[in-house]
């Protein structure tokens, strides 16, 4: 196996895997990072208002995430259809491609509200991270 693909695949994994911890502590009622995850309209009002079920889905879905890729090349051995794989990894690639790209208006690289905390930080870090993980995720499927 590639080295290339094996670090990429442990990167994605691990970065899935933080995510995942993050997203289940808040839904435990942690509240570290939490303001700084919403994004907010002009008066610093919070535009999503997520409950700690929709945190629970996200962990579990970024942790599911995670162990998929293991699953992919092999460091987890779990047998899988390859048709279920292969469309796994495009939908992983393609859900945080569209999550880059955003809402046009509050999310993403091509927002209309950048002045706010979360928008700076969503320029800053959260769409970069999500594109790398897209285009990580192709380069990961084309070895």
């Known amino acids: 196996m590639q080295p290339l693909l094996i670090t990429l695949t442990i990167i994605n994994s691990s970065i899935f895997f933080v ?15 939490f303001d700084k ?16 079920i929709d945190s629970t889905i996200v962990g579990l879905g970024l942790l599911l995430f995670s162990f998929y890729l293991l699953i992919y090349v092999n460091i987890v051995s779990l047998e899988l259809p390859n048709w279920l794989m292969t469309y796994g990894i495009w939908f992983i690639t393609g859900l945080f491609f569209l999550r880059a790209v955003g809402d046009f208006k509050y999310i993403g690289f091509f927002k209309k509200i950048r002045n706010t905390e979360f928008g700076r930080l969503d320029t800053r870090f959260y769409s970069p991270l999500c594109l790398f993980l897209s285009i990580s995720g192709i380069v990961i499927l084309l070895f």
């Open 19 to 33: 995510l995942s911890v993050i997203h289940l502590y808040w839904a435990l009622g942690g509240e570290w990072g």
């Open 37 to 52: 995850a919403l994004p907010t309209n002009m008066e610093g009002k919070r535009v999503l208002n997520p409950k700690k």
